[in-house]
C-alpha cells in the first residue's frame, strides 16, 4: 500500500548512495570500510531477497514468477531481518556476530537513505538463537555423531561434483580430496580450501613427502609423510603425520609443474559455489543437515575413542585440530610425534578411502 512503499525500496536508493558515499570517500569525510560495509550488507539482503526467500519478501499479492527485488522499506518486518539473518548463518556458513553486523550495517543504510525519517525493527537474534539450539538439538543430536558408513557416503557422493569447472582435473578428485582431509584431520575450512579472500589456503610447501619430521631436529619418522603449517584463526603450528590414504589423495591432485606456494585446492573465491556444491554432495549421501564443522566434530570424537582404544598416553583432541593450548609450538609436535604416529597408524576409515597409489595413476578416481 501506500504507506508501506512511500520510501520506496533499498535496490531503488542504493544506486545514488553508492555514488554519494564514494564523493565523501574521495573528500575524505567517510573511510573506505564505510562503503564495503555498507554495500556488503545491501548485497546480502538483496541476494537473500531474491534466492528462494522473496516469498518472504513479496508483498500481498504478488505471485512467485515476479517477485519483488526487495520490499518497500516501511515493509521490512522483524521476522524477515531475523530469517535474513539465520538464511546468512544456515546458508551461507557466517558466524553469528557477522550476520549482526550486516543487519546493523543495512540499518544504518536504511537511516541514512530516509534522512532518520525511518529506522528497521530491532532484532534479537540471541533469544532467537537460543530457542532455535533447543530445537536444532532436540532434533539433529543423534546426526552429528557420524559412522564410517555415513564418512563413506559422504566421500562416494562426490563422484557428482561439477564445480569449479576449470581445474587440472575433474572436480571430484579435489572434493573427495577435501572429504578425506576433513574425516583425517577436521582441519579448518580455511586453512584448507579458503574460499574466502584474505585467508592463506594450504599449499604444496605444507605437504612433506620425505617420511622425516618437518621439525629438524626431531629424530621421529612418518613413513607417509607429514603436513606442517599455521592456522589461520590460531597463528599456531599444526605438524600431522599423513596416511596412505591422504597421500593417495593429494597426489591424485598434484601436478609435477606444482610450485610450493601452489594451492593444493585452487578453488575460486566464492562463498557461494563453494556451499552450494558441499549442500548437493551432502543431500546426495542422504545428510543435507550435514554441516562441515560436524565432521570437525566427528573428529575430535574419533581421537578420544582411538587414544583410549590403543593405549596412546593423553594425547587431546586439540592437538590434531589445531585449538591446542597458547603454548602448543613446533617443539609440542616434535614431543607429541610418536603418538600422532600411532594414533593415524590406527585411524579408522571406510574401506572405500583405503585406495593406493597405484590406483590413482589408473585413475579409478575419475
Known amino acids: 500500500d501506500d504507506a508501506a512503499s512511500d520510501l520506496g ?32 550488507a545491501v548485497q546480502r539482503w538483496l541476494e537473500f531477497c531474491v534466492k528462494g526467500a522473496h516469498h518472504l519478501c513479496a508483498p500481498s499479492g504478488s ?48 537511516r541514512y537513505m530516509t534522512d532518520d525519517a525511518y529506522d528497521l525493527p530491532d532484532l534479537e537474534l540471541d533469544k532467537d538463537r537460543q530457542k532455535r539450539m533447543r530445537l536444532k538439538d532436540k532434533a539433529v543430536s543423534h546426526k552429528t555423531s557420524l559412522s564410517q558408513e555415513s564418512i563413506q557416503q559422504l566421500y562416494l557422493a562426490c563422484r557428482n561434483a561439477i564445480w569449479p569447472f576449470d581445474l587440472p582435473h575433474p572436480a571430484a578428485r579435489y572434493w573427495r580430496a577435501f572429504v578425506v582431509m576433513q574425516a583425517h584431520y577436521g582441519i579448518r575450512t580455511q586453512d584448507v580450501a579458503a574460499y574466502k579472500s584474505g585467508f592463506t589456503p594450504l599449499t604444496w610447501e605444507a605437504i612433506h613427502w620425505d617420511p622425516r619430521h618437518p621439525v629438524v631436529n626431531c629424530q621421529d619418522s612418518n613413513p607417509h609423510g607429514w603436513i606442517s603449517m599455521q592456522m589461520a584463526k590460531t597463528e599456531r603450528d599444526l605438524i600431522l603425520p599423513m596416511t596412505p590414504s591422504v597421500v593417495a589423495h593429494l597426489r591424485a591432485i598434484y601436478r609435477p609443474d606444482c610450485l610450493p606456494d601452489d594451492r593444493v585446492f585452487p578453488l575460486p573465491r566464492n562463498s557461494d559455489y563453494f556451499y552450494q556444491q558441499w ?8 545428510m543435507p543437515w550435514l554441516k562441515i564443522k560436524n565432521v570437525r566434530s566427528h573428529v575430535e570424537t574419533l581421537v578420544h575413542s582411538v587414544v583410549a582404544d590403543n593405549g596412546i598416553g593423553d594425547l587431546k583432541p586439540g592437538v590434531v585440530l589445531g585449538h591446542a593450548g597458547k603454548s602448543t609450538s613446533e617443539k609440542h609436535y616434535w614431543e607429541f610425534a610418536p603418538q600422532l604416529i600411532r594414533l593415524f597408524a590406527a585411524w579408522p576409515i571406510p574401506d572405500v578411502m583405503r585406495t593406493s597409489s597405484d590406483d590413482v595413476q589408473l585413475g579409478l578416481f575419475d
Request: some cysteine.
Open 9 to 40: 525500496r533499498i535496490s531503488e536508493h542504493w544506486p545514488w548512495m553508492a555514488v554519494e558515499f564514494s564523493d565523501q570517500i574521495a573528500a575524505g569525510v567517510r573511510s573506505a570500510n564505510s562503503l564495503k560495509d555498507a554495500r556488503t
Open 279 to 286: 549442500a548437493a554432495i551432502t543431500a546426495g549421501a542422504g
Open 63 to 110: 505471485g512467485p514468477s515476479d517477485p519483488p527485488p526487495d520490499p518497500p522499506i516501511r515493509a521490512i518486518t522483524q521476522r524477515q531481518l531475523r530469517d535474513w539473518c539465520w538464511w546468512e548463518i544456515d546458508q551461507l556458513g557466517i558466524k553469528q556476530s557477522t550476520a549482526k553486523k550486516h543487519y546493523s550495517n543495512l540499518r544504518s543504510v536504511v
